[in-house]
């Protein structure tokens, strides 16, 4: 009987052994091809390539620096998730950046800009304005693709609080210069107004008068055929007596 007892015993522990490294086989294997799930889920959708779309501060490639950062951002499939952001306060000129999925290895980063329509000293700083009047940058460097107003300095700033709250005037002739400037003609170096509100362009050793804020569409349209004449001469070329009706213009050589 007690025989019998222990054969049954030594075959329990024998099934039981055998299930325990059938078992842990299993579980091997498992974590074996959940690994190998996991490799190929990270080289098969490991980013190859980068598009951008809507930045015109930043090359493609600082965007894509700017954007995808961090391990699991070199994943086209983790990246939207993990990199898209809705607010980018801590990066000049980026109000929001969105990663998306194009297919495997490849994403779509879309920038939303802050739109600057110039900007004015302060202190040491260049400080970015829109066309509310709005503080939205500030920076040592002068990012030469908006147009700097010389001679506007203002008493404070604050960013995200308006700039000139006691010169309107001045807002709603820089709002006007820059959507006509970015339309007709080239970029001056800078755009001076003076205590009279007359306006004075800088284009090296061209200066332009457009004299005060009325007919600016009519000055900057002879403006925008002119210019390109008068290079390689020194002077002032004077708008200021332009109107609808009248068009007398002269050049006063230096």
Request: aromatic letters at 10%.
């Amino acid at each position: 009987m007690r025989d019998s007892m222990q054969r049954m015993r030594n075959r329990t522990y024998y099934y039981a052994g055998k299930e325990n490294k059938k078992s842990h086989k299993i579980r091997i294997m498992v974590l074996l091809a959940a690994l190998g799930a996991l490799l190929w889920f990270w080289f098969f959708f490991k980013i190859q390539e980068v598009e951008v779309t809507g930045s015109t501060h930043y090359s493609e490639e600082q965007i894509e620096k700017i954007a995808l950062r961090g391990p699991l951002a070199e994943n086209s499939v983790l990246a939207p998730l993990l990199c898209s952001r809705e607010h980018t306060e801590e990066i000049s000129f980026i109000d929001a950046m969105e990663v998306s999925y194009v297919k495997p290895g490849s994403v779509l980063i879309s920038v939303k800009e802050k739109q600057a329509i110039g900007c004015v000293r302060y202190l040491d700083c260049f400080v970015y304005f829109d066309r509310e009047g709005t503080a939205i940058e500030s920076s040592v460097e002068q990012d030469k693709k908006v147009l700097y107003f010389a001679g506007m300095e203002p008493e404070s700033m604050c960013l995200d609080q308006p700039l000139f709250e006691k010169k309107e005037s001045f807002l709603s002739t820089a709002v006007s210069l820059s959507q006509m400037i970015q339309k007709n003609v080239q970029k001056p170096d800078s755009i001076q107004l003076d205590e009279k509100s007359k306006i004075i362009l800088s284009y090296g050793d061209i200066q332009v008068n457009l004299g005060k804020d009325q007919y600016l569409d009519d000055k900057i349209e002879r403006m925008a055929v002119i210019l390109p004449l008068l290079e390689g001469r020194q002077g002032t070329l004077h708008l200021e007596n332009v109107t609808s009706e009248r068009k007398t213009i002269t050049f006063e050589k230096k």
